[in-house]
Every structure is written in C-alpha cells, then in structure tokens.
C-alpha cells in the first residue's frame, strides 16, 4: 500500500487564490473548500486507498513563544481563515483522516505521520503532498518523497540533493542559515543558498563546522565573513534550526489502516449539497 499525506493548509490558500469566489445560503465563502474537497476526491477515485489531511486549526504554533517574527494569522483574508473548520468538518465527513493542528503545525503533523507509515513494513511508499522545502528533511530515498500536486514534480532524495545541496538530515540546519520568509525567520546574515550547500554538504550540520574556515576545505564566498557570522550569531542559528526541525513525536494514529478510505459518513451528502448549491460571486483572486 502506498499513504498519502496532504497538507491542507497549502491546499486551502492554493484553491482560495485560484479559485472565483462562492458562497454558500448563509453567505459564507466556500469557493477553496469545495475546490480542496474536490481535489481530494480525486485522489481517492484515481485509487489513492490511504489518506491522511494535516490542517492549521490555528495559524499560530509553539514556535511563536520561541521568535517573535515567526508567521501569525495576521494579515490572512478573514474568508480564507474562516473556511478552516469547514474544511476539516467536510473531510471528516467524507471519511479522510484529518489532523487539525493547534499547539503544533500541519507541517509536524505530516512529518509525524510520514515517520509512523514509514516504519510500517507494509507500506511501499509515503507520498507528503505539499511543496514546503520543510518537509524535505522527511524525505528518506525513494520511499518517502514528496510530491508537489500543481506542478507534478516528485522529489526522492537525490531530487532533494539537486534541489537544495544537501542530504535531507541537513535541511533543518540549511534552513536555519539562510532562513525562511515565509514563516519568519531570516537566517544569519551572509550565508546565502549556495554557500550554505557547500558547508553543510561537508560538515552536515551546525555544530560540525568549524570555527576556523580554513579549515573547511569548501568554494564558499568569503568564508572568513561567514565564519565571523556563524560565530556571533550561534545561539540564533540553533534557535532558527529548532524552529526548522518539524516535530514527528505526534501520535496521530495508531495504524496506516487507520488511514483506509472506506467511504462517506452519512452527514457527507448534506454537507456536500451545501457546496454544491454555494453561488459563484467574483472572478479568481489575483
């Protein structure tokens, strides 16, 4: 059996943005989940047998108490945020597995989930649905990859070395060098994407690069400033990888079985009649 993992918040905001706006008898904007619904649907008719939907219940997580730039709901269109616990009552309503995440984020939900599938013999591979470069440090050869579902490209773990310039096991480390805009945090000023590769492809991670850089044996641009960098600043790039490492000690689930679509529950139809009927009011959002 093959388990695939969706990250519902992308899902969410990609279908909110393409999709003309609709709403439903009581006004309330649908357009993204119908759209989200649908996509999932067809995953299940194209023979997906194991289904799991990580959400952001809550945009806010742990990592908020830890940075103080790290991404808020702030900012979010309120037809976008509210459509969240529509989402998930719809999904469980269809019979898909569905993990609203609150403390945590969706993004820890599918990396826990990934790591519980993976370490059932059973499994033949773990599909993580989403192009967030955080999940790639999830991905392990060719058995757990990660499968952008807009453009269809799938990376295994050499895609994830052609990508980034390093193993997977070093992304939380490569993150925490040059940062992530999009949840907040701006790495060390300096090591920019390719200068990082080259010292993580040598030494793997944080605490293994040494001071001295010359004694890195790597083509990275002005190593000496990097160094100086790293050095003033090294309780913040641990702190910035703490922020990268997605946590996998979620118990989610007890088995993949637990993860089988068997079907709609009964309050799927009205729920889905409710959908269908949502009037379409404004052309795509740009």
């Known amino acids: 059996m093959d388990v695939y993992l969706v990250d519902g918040t992308y899902e969410l905001f990609r279908h909110y943005y393409a999709m003309p706006s609709a709403r439903d008898d009581d006004g ?22 194991h289904i799991g939907v990580a959400t952001d219940h809550v945009i806010e ?17 309120p037809d976008l945020l509210s459509q969240f616990p529509l989402l998930e009552e719809v999904l469980s309503a269809l019979g898909v597995s569905v993990w609203p995440m609150v403390e ?33 440090q999830c991905v392990r050869g060719t058995r757990v990859v990660q499968l952008n579902r807009r453009t269809k490209v799938t990376r295994d773990e050499a895609g994830v070395m052609a990508k980034f310039g390093v193993a997977p096991a070093s992304i939380p480390d490569y993150l925490a060098l040059v940062g992530d805009a999009a949840d907040g ?13 080259a010292v993580l492809a040598r030494y793997g991670h944080l ?49 993949v079985e637990d993860l089988r679509w068997s079907g709609p529950t009964p309050a799927f139809q009205a729920l889905a009649q409710r959908l269908e009927a949502a009037r379409t009011t404004q052309p795509p959002k740009e």
Do not use: H
Not at 189 to 197: F, L, M, Q, R
């Open 28 to 49: 309330r904007e649908v357009a993204a989940v119908r759209g989200v619904v649908a996509s999932v649907l067809g995953m299940i008719n194209q023979g997906v047998t």
């Open 61 to 77: 997580s742990f990592r908020n108490e830890l940075w103080p730039g790290y991404k808020t709901g702030e900012g979010v269109d």
């Open 104 to 136: 945590y984020e969706a993004d820890d939900a599918l990396a826990a989930a990934a790591e519980r599938a993976a370490g059932d013999r059973r499994v033949g591979k773990v599909v993580i649905c989403t192009p967030d470069k955080d999940l790639a």
């Open 185 to 197: 945090y701006p790495g060390l000023p300096g090591w920019g994407a390719k200068s990082t590769a």
């Open 207 to 255: 605490e293994a690069i040494p001071a001295d850089w010359r004694t890195w044996g790597v083509n990275a641009f002005n190593p000496g400033a990097l160094a100086v960098t790293l050095a003033e600043n090294r309780e913040l790039a641990f702190l910035f990888r703490t922020l990268a490492t997605l946590r996998t000690d979620l118990a989610l689930f007890k088995s």
